[in-house]
């Protein structure tokens, strides 16, 4: 991020703002539809987020850290829209029976499929841990000042949920092996 930008908007300037906001929005909906996996409630915390940094941005010290600063927000609405909704279960999505498919496209769809079922099973709080650290790129010490939580409890977090993943995945292709009348 441009410092200049961050503090020209750090003191009101609306057109900075403008151009901090467009440019964050992207990387801030992608994260939260990640944690979230719903489109509309990433939306709304997104919205959230964007309003709480115009509100709260005087107040950021360190304009160096305002991508960090804006992670932690966009995480925080996320949890939050989590906890709010209740409709964290997944969808079904059929799929078309297409036998022109190639089998590596098709396996590429499975494995897809599966890690997606993998993924809504965690909780929001192991989804955002993997979210920043896996797709965003974030340290274990970096995603504690995200979360707000020590570096211990992101390693705790990561490892079950990274764990719970393999589960899930082991599950499935011990399932499909039976499907198939093969041993597991």
């Given at each position: 991020m441009d410092r200049e930008l961050v503090e020209r908007a750090q003191h009101g300037d609306r057109e900075?703002?403008?151009?901090?906001?467009?440019d964050s929005a992207r990387r801030l909906f992608l994260v939260c539809q990640r944690i979230?996996?719903?489109?509309d409630l990433a939306e709304d915390a997104v919205q959230r987020t964007l309003v709480a940094i115009w509100r709260d941005l005087p107040g950021l010290r360190d304009p160096d850290?305002?991508?960090?600063w804006t992670y932690r927000m966009a995480v925080r609405f996320s949890l939050a829209e989590a906890r709010h909704d209740r409709r964290m279960q997944g969808?079904?999505?059929?799929l078309p029976n297409d036998e022109s498919q190639a089998p590596d496209e098709l396996s590429a769809l499975f494995d897809r499929d599966?890690?997606?079922?993998?993924?809504?099973?965690?909780?929001?709080d192991h989804r955002a841990v993997v979210?920043?650290?896996?797709?965003?790129?974030?340290?274990?010490?970096?995603?504690?000042?995200?979360?707000?939580?020590?570096?211990?409890?992101v390693a705790s977090r990561l490892?079950?949920?990274l764990h719970?993943?393999?589960?899930?995945?082991?599950?499935?292709?011990?399932?499909?092996s039976i499907r198939k009348g093969v041993p597991a």
């Open positions: 900075a703002y403008e151009i901090l906001a467009r979230l996996r719903d489109h850290r305002f991508e960090a969808s079904v999505h059929l599966a890690l997606e079922r993998g993924f809504r099973r965690l909780s929001p979210v920043l650290r896996y797709f965003v790129g974030l340290s274990l010490e970096e995603i504690g000042g995200v979360v707000g939580v020590p570096t211990g409890t490892h079950y949920a719970e993943l393999r589960a899930v995945l082991e599950s499935d292709d011990s399932l499909a």
